[in-house]
């Protein structure tokens, strides 16, 4: 076996350790490179950026704990944001594994800029059914949300005063990680009711949303951790998001060379086996 | 720092370490914690399932507002459960019937209006734009997604992809050029969407690294530091058992 | 009977497929009102869907403790989770959280569940690394271009990329916005002309399979 | 035939209101500071056509002052006195060069003036409250610097109405489609169909031989979902082919299943194909089997699986989710040839990557129906195409015309246009 051939078969597991060093090593001992701002994630600032005090602002947290570390920065960012601009805020969830984290995220963001739950925000909670759910809200937001989180009737919260159904709700951002996510809220959501749309996803779901922030039906896209760095960065506030890209720089350019070296070894093996069978023949 | 917090430190680090020694390979601590993962998530998917439904859109609005009309969809809810009884198995039918039947009549209008006609609309541009005072003229900027080349590029990607997944004509003459435009543009989306999911698999490793950074403090007793050793061991001592035992397949 | 067990079943999804499909051309406040209601059916029938769900997983792993299969400890431990979670979520209440201050409930979630679920999704991380180094050849034409469009973006999505190669941003953003958002455009059109027309199936039912088992 | 004539009148009298402002000056406003305004002579309240009532619709002509110094209120009677607008109260100022008809979204079927005209919609929320059925009295005032003139008070009712006209083309489209699909269902049901042959289904054959040189068992997945699916009903069906092949060659099959009743399914599948290959007694009821339905337990019980009985053949066919990327690098590791097809667009990236072949979303359906030759499938592939075709038509004409429409400056193109655009 000769080099090339003994490289290209190496045990999976040492490349399992080139990562796992690549990412711990940066965590450890952080640089802070900067970070451009694309325009898709300037499209969400902006538009919160323009809404008057008082607007309301719903933030659908449609993931649970296996995305936290994309989207949980996402929405700390969204959140103070929103807070700072003095927005009502509506907090929700259609997966039901993430009502807790949801929920912890919510109350830690309002703690901190000294928000009042029930007056300044609201967190209804999760309830089963998925598109059914942001359709019913459409309709009537009290039938699809009776009682929030805390078990507190909906009808007449403050927070919620002149709010009806979701043509009331002024922007809707859904951080999704899957199915229900961005696009059921443009379906089921959007579609009939009118409210201006925003999206934050994983990055595995950041390409396939392409199309929709094309055609105007999100007006902005917050991909994956990346997303939230540039969004940390627009509010000033540098958090979990912007610590982590040092560590993605690192792996990103360990798996680009890993792929050159593997590509290298590649060509060298079909050259020789090329100039074999020549000889051969 | 409350003893919760610690107790919760040293659960957390050695479940995600068990978790973690399956990288290593398949083994008992790997399967103790992945079947806790089920239990768990199931668990707390019911008693969830339990507060909303039954608590808050049950028995609450029959109660305060003496909403009746909401046995219908308990009655529904149920005639699905008879799914465990061989018997009446066929009464959750109605149930499945209604809820795909509703589900399906949903779709139609709404997917051709999201997702067939907002996405023509679209795609049908005008190839070159005409701007007030300064005539017709032909946008080469690359960066504008809305620039007339990039409008020409669009058009064909989607129609040579749409074309791609095309069934009814052999791809040759002409059909084969398309055909191999399509192919070269799907190539180039999944190679993006491999770069961008990259990112995304990595920030859940950092996310995990960073928890388990945190918990190798000294206010937490250094669980990191203390379970990992412990784990390694493990592994180390049932490697070797099973290398002694004969049965074990080549 | 057999009108009950087999077109029953067809005939209320006939008839409320084509309500609710109809019901999006109508704007009058009966047909709203109607939207209304059932959705709001829709959500306390997907709690029952739910439990439906995770009841066969039950099933499966009481089998295998009983049975004393191979591994039936482990589902012993999935069982002993399961209870133990459902226990203490009732006796909070269903709560994580009672005024900022966690729960029994809450501990569960935040030091068992969290964990556990991203570790299970982080260990992809591994693996998308090993797959890049192994699978990632210039075999065709088609592979190389996959490979090239991987590795721009990957450059441009982070900082130290954009530093090493300043243009890698920029062309990443038009891969992205252009040539990838094209592709999923076609592909999204085409899943959507599959949608209608499995709906009209269903609807008119010549797709059953829904219905569970195609045999009687 | 009124608002047609008015339509027509409008459309031909609009330039020559914009000649008169031009030969009045060049800056109207400045002369408009002196010359008192004349209000819109010809203002009509309408029920907002296609809504569930709580809606009125405002249309007047343009003016030859409109600009933007000068600006339009929307007034609404409190119900107090209605003969005079200027106790009304203002639910709306914008400037006197917006809200014209060709500004909004209307399609030439429901638009309800001609666009140079102005338009406002009454709506509810913030202050105003329509009640369908109620009567409303509606006026407009023009302001320009400290003049307020008004015009005369329109009554007008808003109605529920039962049709949404503006979705038409919606609906349209639906039955269209829907209709072809059902035609082709019919027709194939009658004929044979033609359908190209999937080039991946060379490359099954292929890794089936391969595995009986090495005599080494196949491995093959159904993917995450159930029966429901249709992903899974053609992973179904290609295993019937594989399974085939397999018997015909005498090699062993492992199907790992995720679902019981799939399981059963492939069950039967499976020993029909033995039978059909004349080897029924090598049919094994154990290969089918099941393990379990959560996701990461099913992913390490095969993995742990190809890392023992080492397969010369995986098969992924069906729906996967994250696991796609465990299962395919195990796969390559233990150097099988390794086959996908899915239409889970996000895992695709993986298995083109990982995978020695690949069928990519609609092509796992296209191979299925080529396979099964059952009319319903084919009828519904041959459906999709004509779809397809459809959109591709819509594409190239748009297309044109748009561009026909921009060079020309000319509205037409939207006749044809309107019709494929999301308008409500």
Not at chain 4, 213 to 225: F, M, Q, R, V
Request: some cysteine.
């Amino acid at each position: 076996m000769t080099f090339a051939e003994r490289m290209l078969k190496i045990d999976r597991r040492i490349i399992f350790l080139v990562i796992g060093l690549c990412t711990l090593l940066p965590l450890l001992y952080p640089v802070g490179l900067p970070i451009k701002i694309s325009p898709e994630v300037r499209g969400v600032y902006d538009y919160i950026e323009s809404l008057p005090e008082d607007s309301v602002f719903l933030l659908s947290l449609d993931f649970d704990p296996a995305s936290k570390p994309e989207l949980q920065p996402q929405s700390i960012a969204l959140l103070r944001h929103a807070f700072r601009k003095n927005l009502r805020v509506i907090g929700m969830t259609l997966w039901v594994s993430g009502t807790g984290l949801a929920d912890q995220i919510i109350t830690q963001v309002a703690k901190e800029m000294g928000k009042e739950n029930g007056k300044d925000y609201v967190f209804l909670g999760w309830s089963p059914g998925g598109t059914a759910v942001i359709i019913n809200m459409g309709q009537d937001l009290y039938g699809a949300f009776p009682a929030d989180y805390n078990g507190r009737a909906t009808k007449g919260l403050p927070v919620l005063q002149g709010i009806t159904n979701l043509r009331d709700v002024n922007y809707v951002i859904s951080l999704g990680a899957g199915v229900p996510g961005v696009e059921a809220w443009y379906v089921f959501g959007k579609d009939k009711y009118k409210f201006e749309l925003g999206g934050g996803c994983t990055g595995v779901m950041a390409p396939g949303l392409y199309p929709l922030l094309r055609s105007g039906q999100i007006n902005g896209l917050i991909g994956g951790l990346r997303g939230a760095a540039e969004y940390e960065g627009l509010i000033g506030q540098k958090g979990k998001a912007v610590a982590g890209m040092d560590a993605q720089s690192a792996t990103h350019l360990a798996i680009i060379v890993l792929v050159i070296i593997c590509n290298v070894f590649y060509l060298s093996l079909r050259k020789t086996a090329r100039q074999q069978g020549q000889s051969r023949t | 720092m409350p003893i919760e917090t610690i107790i919760g430190a040293w659960v957390a680090t050695g479940l995600t370490l068990f978790i973690f020694s399956f990288l290593y390979k398949d083994n008992p601590l790997f399967k103790v914690a992945e079947n806790l993962y089920v239990g768990v998530s199931v668990g707390y998917t019911i008693v969830k399932t339990y507060d909303t439904v039954i608590v808050n859109l049950i028995w609450k609005p029959m109660v305060d507002n003496k909403e009746w009309s909401l046995l219908i969809p308990v009655a529904i809810g149920l005639l699905m459960l008879t799914r465990y009884v061989p018997k009446a198995a066929w009464l959750s039918r109605y149930a499945f019937a209604f809820i795909v039947g509703v589900g399906s009549g949903l779709a139609i209008p709404r997917t051709i209006s999201s997702f067939i006609l907002k996405q023509v609309e679209d795609t049908v541009r005008p190839l070159i734009m005409l701007v007030p005072g300064e005539g017709v003229s032909f946008t080469w900027n690359l960066l504008n997604p809305a620039s007339s080349v990039n409008t020409i590029i669009i058009l064909v990607g989607v129609s040579s992809v749409l074309f791609y997944f095309f069934f009814s004509v052999e791809h040759t003459g002409p059909g084969k050029a398309v055909a191999r435009t399509g192919i070269l543009f799907l190539m180039i989306a999944f190679g993006a969407a491999f770069g961008y999911t990259v990112m995304a698999r990595m920030s859940l490793l950092i996310g995990r690294l960073t928890d388990l950074i945190e918990f190798s403090d000294a206010s937490y007793g250094r669980p990191t530091l203390w379970l990992l050793i412990l784990t390694i061991g493990a592994l180390v001592v049932m490697s070797l058992r099973s290398g002694s035992n004969p049965r074990e397949e080549k | 009977m057999i009108f009950l067990r087999r077109q029953m079943p067809l005939l209320i999804t006939l008839i409320t497929g084509l309500v609710f499909a109809a019901q999006y051309y109508v704007p009058h406040p009966a047909s709203e009102q109607l939207l209304t209601s059932v959705t709001k059916w829709l959500q306390i029938i997907g709690g029952f869907a739910l439990i439906l769900g995770v009841s066969s997983l039950f099933h499966v792993h009481a089998v295998k403790i009983r049975r004393k299969e191979a591994g039936w400890g482990y589902s012993f431990v999935l069982y002993a989770g399961m209870l133990s979670t459902i226990v203490i979520g009732l006796w909070a209440n269903g709560k994580e959280a009672v005024d900022g201050t966690m729960t029994a409930f809450g501990w569960i979630y935040n030091y068992m569940m969290v964990p556990l679920q991203g570790t299970m999704f982080a260990i992809l991380a591994f693996f998308i690394a090993s797959a890049a180094y192994r699978s990632f050849r210039a075999r065709s034409r088609e592979a190389a271009v996959l490979l090239v469009a991987a590795i721009i973006v990957m450059m441009g999505r982070v900082p130290l990329g954009e530093y090493v190669l300043p243009l890698s941003g920029d062309v990443s953003q038009w891969i992205l916005n252009v040539l990838n958002a094209s592709v999923r455009r076609a592909i999204l059109i085409g899943v959507s002309l599959g949608t209608v027309a499995l709906s009209f199936k269903i609807i008119f039912g010549v797709e059953r399979s829904y219905l569970g088992g195609g045999k009687e | 035939m009124q608002s047609l004539l008015r339509s027509i009148l409008a459309r031909s009298f609009a330039p020559l209101f914009f000649l008169a402002a031009c030969v009045i000056g060049s800056s109207p406003s400045a002369v408009l500071a002196q010359t008192p305004l004349s209000p819109p002579h010809d203002v009509q309240v309408v029920d907002t056509p296609s809504d569930g009532g709580g809606s009125l619709t405002v249309i007047w002509p343009p003016a030859p002052y409109d600009s933007k110094e000068v600006r339009y209120q929307v007034l609404l009677s409190d119900g107090k006195d209605i003969s005079d607008p200027s106790t009304f109260t203002v639910i709306a100022e914008f400037p006197a060069n917006t809200r014209y008809i060709s500004e909004s979204k209307w399609p030439w079927w429901t638009r309800p003036a001609a666009r140079e005209q102005h338009q406002f919609t009454l709506k509810n929320g913030k202050g105003v409250e329509l009640k369908a059925g109620t009567a409303y009295h509606v006026a407009l005032a023009v302001v320009s610097g400290d003049q307020r003139i008004f015009t005369s008070v329109v009554q007008a009712i808003p109605e529920p109405n039962w049709m949404n006209w503006n979705q038409i083309n919606n609906l349209f489209l639906a039955l269209l489609f829907g209709g072809i699909v059902f035609y082709a269902i019919n027709v194939a049901k009658k004929r044979e169909i033609f359908l190209r042959r999937i080039p991946g289904l060379d490359a099954v054959d292929e890794a089936i031989g391969r595995s009986t040189e090495l005599g080494k068992p196949i491995l093959y997945l159904t993917g995450a979902h159930d029966m429901s699916d249709p992903s899974t009903i053609a992973a179904a069906v290609i295993l019937g082919r594989v399974a085939k092949r397999a018997a015909g060659y005498e090699t062993d099959l492992l199907v790992p299943h995720r679902d019981p009743i799939t399981m059963a399914v492939c069950q039967e599948i499976t020993k029909q194909a033995y039978l059909e290959a004349g080897k029924p007694d090598l049919f094994k009821e154990d290969s089918n089997f099941f393990i379990t339905t959560d996701q990461f337990s099913y992913t390490a019980a095969v993995d742990g699986i190809m890392l023992r009985k080492k397969p010369a053949a995986n098969f992924f066919m069906g729906a996967y989710f994250a696991e796609s990327l465990l299962l395919t690098e195990t796969g390559a590791s233990t150097g099988a040839i390794q086959i996908a097809g899915t239409d889970s667009d996000h895992q695709l990236p993986f298995f083109v990557t990982t995978c020695d072949y690949t069928l990519i979303g609609e092509e796992l359906y296209a191979a299925s129906a080529y396979l099964s030759r059952e009319p319903i499938q084919v009828g519904t592939l041959r459906g999709q195409d004509i779809g397809k075709a459809l959109i591709l038509g819509v594409l190239a004409v748009g297309t044109l015309l748009a561009t026909a429409g921009a060079i020309l400056d000319t509205q037409w193109p939207q006749v044809f246009l309107d019709i494929f655009k999301d308008v409500k």
